[in-house]
């Protein structure tokens, strides 16, 4: 099987987080699926009008297109279109002739894979990670933006939702087509169980880009502060993919510099290290879809407490954890507390299980493997 993948999300060097799942998932795939990412993007200081790059991952290679940017944008848009056509032709005459084209995310490259399926009568099948169909963004999909995505969807031969919940989104924007829900994915050989901190504090971990629309972290300090008055025993460590000066400024002006530790960006092995330090984990969205995060928490053996949003209710269960209404400061006050004096009740080993058996790599990559072949070999 030889397939190419379009991501309208992909890791650029200026934000090497953005997409990561994506080439999780294409690197998760049998070793007898064949995998070119093709992505074009704004090339640095370039005297070239454009320029290939062949870059190899794990199992998969990256062709990536930098081009000159034009100052107009509409032309900008034009050089694009046309440098994914001439990446195409650069994978058929370099590596091969794709079986099928999987998208990660509708659009904008979704554009491109409708494109191609009308041009060259390529099928396409669609991983859908975004949470734009959510209810809470009603008013960002609307107008020529909704008919687009509407349409690249409607066209796949197969949407794969990482929840159900998302499915259900999507159908309420007028997706009509056939789904298969896949669940994100964990290296359960980087995130495992490991031996417990030793420090006498409890630590409750938190991990996300803090984008406060989403994430609301803000209401976790809030609740924090609450916490610490009636209690020292706890800290709470934040892992963070972007600054967050409003925040740490929040920290310090009311005193909580020794119970809410900043780490910024961290690795995947560090990150993994964190979670094994950790007693629980802690997740007060205002909108999800399938978060990795939580997954990764599962792999380590650590119980989560988390807002009841998107698909996050299809995976936490008591005996992994806590679910509390969206913006509910006091459940998460309350909950917080809970998990502080009993979080070592959990079977960590059986939180763990549940995510070997359920996100593990391998069987999401045959998962969508076997979708492939549904698809290509009806």
């Known amino acids: 099987m030889n397939v190419l993948h379009l991501l309208s999300w992909f890791p650029t060097p200026d934000d090497p987080t953005l997409g990561n799942f994506c080439v999780r998932m294409i690197d998760a795939l049998p070793e007898d699926c064949h995998s070119i ?3 074009v993007c704004d090339g640095k200081d370039m005297t070239k009008s454009f320029e290939v790059k062949e870059i190899p991952g794990a199992h998969h290679t990256h062709v990536q297109i930098y081009i000159r940017p034009p100052k107009i944008n509409a032309i900008r848009k ?3 279109l046309r440098m994914y056509q001439y990446g195409l032709r650069y994978i058929k005459k370099h590596f091969f002739n ?5 998208l990660h995310v509708t659009y904008p490259l979704g554009q491109v894979a409708l494109l191609w399926k009308k041009l060259f009568g390529y099928k396409y099948v669609l991983t859908e990670h975004w949470t734009i169909y959510q209810p809470q963004n009603k008013d960002v999909l609307v ?3 909704k008919k687009k995505i509407v349409k690249i969807a409607n066209n796949a031969e197969l949407i794969m939702p990482v929840s159900l919940d998302l499915q259900r989104c999507m159908e309420g924007h007028g997706v009509n087509n056939r789904f298969k829900v896949i669940f994100n994915l964990v290296n359960t050989d980087i995130f495992k169980l490991g031996a417990p901190h030793s420090s006498n504090k409890k630590r409750m971990l938190h991990i996300s880009t803090l984008r406060d629309e989403a ?3 803000s209401g976790i300090l809030r609740v924090i502060e609450r916490l610490r008055q009636h209690r020292d025993d706890f800290e709470l460590h934040v892992i963070h993919d972007y600054d967050a000066p409003e925040f740490q400024t929040f920290v310090k002006e009311h005193h909580m510099e020794g119970c809410v530790i900043f780490h910024g960006k961290k690795t995947s092995a560090e990150v993994a290290e964190a979670y094994q330090q950790a007693d629980f984990f802690v997740l007060f969205s205002n909108f999800e879809n399938l978060p990795c995060v939580i997954v990764e928490a599962f792999a380590s053996g650590v119980p989560v407490l988390s807002t009841s949003v998107g698909g996050i209710a299809e995976i936490v269960s008591p005996e992994r954890g806590i679910l ?8 998460l006050l309350q909950s917080m507390n809970q998990l502080l004096d009993h979080s070592s009740e959990y079977d960590r080993q059986a939180i763990r299980d549940y ?3 359920t996100f593990a790599a391998q069987n999401i990559g045959q998962q969508i493997f076997e979708a492939y072949k549904e698809v290509v070999i009806p």
């Open 37 to 39: 990412i093709l992505s």
């Open 78 to 80: 034009l050089k694009m």
């Open 98 to 102: 794709p079986n099928l084209i999987h």
């Open 143 to 145: 107008g020529k933006l």
């Open 215 to 217: 994430k609301n972290f």
């Open 324 to 331: 509390i209404p969206q913006g509910d400061e006091e459940a």
């Open 355 to 357: 995510a070997i058996k």
